[in-house]
């Protein structure tokens, strides 16, 4: 007999775990487990399942921070005996007990994703003092100071973190009370001045919160993991997520592990380190410590740290001694850690580290954020080494990291007015108009100005500044500060603790050496020596060879796609071709029309009112275009071409402004209101979907004509004066019918063999069109059987397809983006799903009808690694790139074919 069961009889579904255990010989995960722990929480799983000395702890994982945004912010009940059992382990393995008022055990709750975002989200150090606890801490320790000064970081950190107080409220007394007693550092107040100032805290959460600052750590601890949850969602975060490509259902994890203290005394310290310079790549030992300080002190750039290594100490000319000589014991065994870890993670890493009372801690590990140049050089070193394959070092460097290095540096020898000079903390030269606050950087930048963002330090809220900056400047904080990391994970030059420089915030005014510099001043920063100049200092263009040559080398030897370039002029061709494009992807010629030596004669055709009279002005224009193609045939040195012919709608090369009106009437002989009535005529409301394209092609056939004839005769000419064969691709723009393009191949053919029949001699061509209209990608089977080529023109594909015109779109298209509506702006990627499959469907159905018909994209998607993926799974042929972007394809186009086979 079936069983019928009540509602209430219901079996309940089992609830999923959400805490996972680390340290004293448990591992709950490992570093595989980064999608569920964070990657802070599978690092420390992983370090401790290797013998590694990690505090004890245990992780909230992920899916717990979706559930607790969907539950409204707050945590379900079996959360509560997970975290319990959590607590349970920890006090287990240290023997100390959770707000035992004798022997108390303090805890530090952290954030953790899956992926590394330095500063984006919360922590709170020393959770589990109160007014009783403190007190058995300042016992058992036997440093009544260390307990006190404790106690007034957690009420600053939890009042700042968790109830949202005033943070330089806090700050404000921590500095009176320095200046009250004549002392310059926080670490002369003695325990009585720090017992005075927690009751001055205290009385400040009052003031701000109306309530008294929670004494029972377990609302302590529930109030933390909550604000560290609460901070996935900070703007700060979201604005870091959403420049670094990082979805925001991921979550956050967050981690509750044991206090180490770094600020026990001359035998306690902190610090980070990194196994590889960050910066050069060198394989050498890089980090900042401090002793007697908790990890915020350095990572923050409150205090000015000391360097790890005597050479780094002896290379800077800094005085305080290195880790390595004051502490020569337990930098040996940290440097032993360092080679551990980079064996087992086989790549650079980032570590965290406390000493207390002479025991070393391990508090994270990571790969390394780097600079492009350093990741070219470590990931050429590891594989050189053995420690990785040829293959994976082409996967460890991020393509478009690639861009910090094709661009100029400062002159060597151009003269420079040197003001100061502080750390290099991220390499790279930048100049611009000096800002003193991240909304000024960011308007400023908006409005096309290049600027230099100055602080003092830097915090998380400054992202955007950050961001919108050429570069960063600050007077405070060592080359592991939140300044430096994030500079040098943007790729952004950054020169920090610049100790003389003291900004005015108020009157926008930064002082060094007796001059000052005021908001909108000019100044040059060097991320590589430190140095910080006034005004502008001439730049060099790069050399690329060495690792970027040996890297490449790698990449070719790895990838399927072709890589071209998106050029016109000679100079943008050979840069291309120096930066290994094989080939044109697209030939704009228009732009050769605007050229001011010609612009007159393209107006005379324009505003010719018959065919003889169109011709008469093309045949001005013809050796002009010979020479052009002539001149990007030498260059691209026997390789395929395509160009396209004209495509913009007439009325862009005609004037519009009064004075202009006025310079083309004498120009052309025709008077003003003449000409202004055939600029009215060829307006056009909406000249994107308008007479362009094939278009203008079918309507005045000359046009193509005589840009087909200047095509083959250049052909002709350099194949005659090199020896070498160029092979043209003729482009027809805007095809949407089989009827257009076999018009517009006509007119190509003839005109071609008119000039092989003159010449006496032949060249390989094809004709094909730009797919650029969503007609087109449908009817790509009948198409194909005219034309040769199809060259996806995404820009106005994607236009033609979401219906949003580019010009216009940035007033909307950032909402959509943060919103999740698109995953990136769809004219930076490829909308895969919409665009993209207009794509697939074009490249089958014209390969159905014709096999061996070449396929190409010529859009700015051709230079972005994720648009690359997606040719290479569809199979194209190639992609053509802007010069200066053609060795990020490469690198993509290689990552994409590794991927793909794996």
Not at 106 to 127: E, H, I, K, Q, Y
Not at 696 to 714: D, K, S
Request: glycine share 10%; net charge negative; charged share 25%.
């Amino acid at each position: 007999m079936a069983s019928v069961l009540t509602a209430e009889a219901q079996p309940r579904a089992a609830e999923p775990r959400y805490v996972y255990r680390f340290g004293g010989g448990v591992s709950d995960g490992g570093r595989g487990d980064k999608n569920l722990l964070g990657g802070k929480g599978a690092n420390l799983a992983e370090m401790a399942s290797i013998g590694l000395p990690v505090p004890p702890g245990f992780t909230i994982g992920t899916p717990m921070c979706a559930r607790y945004y969907q539950e409204g912010e707050r945590f379900p009940d079996s959360l509560a005996a997970e975290v319990t059992q959590g607590i349970a382990h920890i006090e287990q393995v240290t023997g100390k007990r959770f707000g035992d008022p004798a022997d108390p055990l303090l805890v530090s709750v952290r954030s953790g994703a899956r992926v590394s975002m330095p500063g984006m989200m919360d922590t709170v150090l020393n959770l589990g003092l109160n007014d009783e606890t403190v007190q058995g801490l300042a016992a058992t320790s036997g440093d009544e100071r260390f307990a006190w000064d404790s106690y007034r970081r957690f009420i600053q950190m939890y009042a700042d973190v968790v109830l949202g107080l005033d943070h330089g409220a806090f700050e404000e007394a921590l500095e009176v009370a320095k200046e009250d007693r004549g002392l310059t550092l926080d670490t002369e107040l003695s325990a009585s001045d720090l017992q005075e100032l927690v009751a001055e805290y205290k009385q400040l959460v009052r003031d701000q919160w109306s309530r008294d600052f929670p004494q029972d750590v377990h609302d302590q601890l529930w109030g933390a993991v909550g604000a560290v949850f609460g901070s996935w969602q900070s703007e700060r975060a979201k604005v870091y997520r959403r420049l670094n490509d990082i979805p925001g259902d991921w979550g956050t994890a967050v981690n509750v592990q044991a206090m180490v203290f770094g600020n026990m005394g001359d035998t306690s310290a902190t610090g980070v380190a990194f196994t590889r310079d960050p910066s050069t790549g060198e394989r050498a030992y890089y980090g900042e410590f401090l002793i007697n300080a908790q990890g915020e002190d350095v990572v923050a750039g409150i205090r000015t740290p000391q360097y790890l290594t005597r050479a780094a100490r002896e290379a800077a000319g800094a005085k305080p001694a290195s880790m390595e000589e004051a502490m020569p014991e337990l930098y040996a065994e940290l440097t032993r850690v360092f080679d551990t870890l980079e064996r087992h993670y086989r790549d650079m890493q980032d570590i965290e580290f406390t000493v207390e009372r002479g025991q070393l801690w391990m508090l994270q590990t990571r790969s390394g954020k780097r600079t492009a140049k350093a990741a070219l050089k470590i990931a050429v070193d590891m594989a050189t080494e053995g420690l990785i394959s040829e293959q994976e070092a082409v996967l460890r460097v991020d393509p478009a990291a690639l861009d910090q290095l094709l661009h100029p540096t400062l002159d060597p020898d151009a003269p420079r007015d040197v003001l100061t000079k502080g750390l290099p903390a991220s390499p790279g030269a930048a100049s611009g108009a000096a800002v003193f606050d991240a909304d000024t950087a960011e308007k400023r930048a908006a409005a096309g100005e290049a600027v230099i963002l100055v602080r003092t330090e830097t915090s998380p809220e400054d992202i955007h500044g950050m961001h919108a900056a050429r570069g960063i400047l600050t007077a405070r904080g060592g080359m592991t500060s939140h300044a430096a990391v994030v500079a040098r994970g943007m790729g952004r030059p950054c020169v920090s603790g610049a100790g003389s420089i003291s900004i005015d915030v108020k009157t926008r005014v930064m002082r060094v050496a007796g001059r000052e510099v005021r908001e909108g001043d000019r100044l040059t920063i060097d991320g590589s020596t430190g140095e910080v100049m006034l005004g502008e200092v001439a730049t060099v263009q790069p050399e690329l060879a060495g690792d970027f040559g040996t890297l490449m080398e790698w990449a070719d030897k790895t990838r399927r796609l072709r890589v071209r370039t998106n050029a016109e002029t000679p100079a943008d061709c050979k840069t291309a071709h120096e930066f290994g494009a094989e080939g044109i992807g697209l030939c704009r010629t228009e732009h050769m029309f605007f050229d001011a030596a010609r612009i007159a004669a393209v107006r005379q055709m324009i505003l010719a009112s018959d065919e003889p009279g169109r011709r008469a002005a093309l045949d001005k224009l013809l050796p002009e275009q010979r020479d052009d193609f002539a001149e990007i045939f030498l260059v691209m040195a026997g390789l395929p071409c395509t160009i396209r012919l004209l495509d913009p709608p007439l009325h862009e090369f005609l004037p519009h402004e009064e004075a202009e009106f006025a310079d083309v009437a004498a120009a052309t002989g025709l008077d003003v209101e003449q000409l202004k009535r055939r600029a009215a005529e060829l307006h056009e409301f909406n000249p994107m979907l308008g007479h362009r394209g094939c278009r203008l092609g079918v309507t005045y056939p000359e046009i193509y004509e005589m840009q087909a004839r200047a095509i083959f005769e250049a052909a002709i000419e350099v194949a005659t004066r090199t020896g070498q064969a160029p092979i043209p691709e003729v482009m027809i723009p805007l095809v949407a019918t089989r009827r257009e393009l076999e018009l517009m191949k006509a007119v190509v053919d003839r005109a071609a063999e008119a000039v092989f029949a003159e010449k006496g001699r032949r060249v390989d061509y094809l004709v094909g069109t730009m797919i650029e209209l969503p007609r087109a990608a449908l009817r790509a089977g009948e198409i194909a059987e005219v034309g040769e080529f199809f060259s996806f023109g995404t820009n106005d594909l994607t236009q033609t397809t979401l219906g949003v015109s580019r010009d216009d779109a940035g007033r909307f298209l950032s909402a959509y983006v943060e919103q999740g509506i698109y995953a990136k702006d769809p004219f930076v990627s490829l909308d895969v799903e919409g665009v993209g499959e207009l794509v697939s469907l074009a490249a089958e159905r014209g390969r159905g009808t014709r096999p061996d018909l070449k396929l190409g994209i010529c859009g700015e998607h051709g230079g972005d690694p994720a648009s690359i993926a997606f040719c290479e799974q569809v199979g194209l042929d190639y992609v053509s790139a802007s010069p200066y972007r053609v060795p990020i394809a490469r690198l993509a186009a290689a990552q994409s074919a590794l991927r793909a086979a794996a």
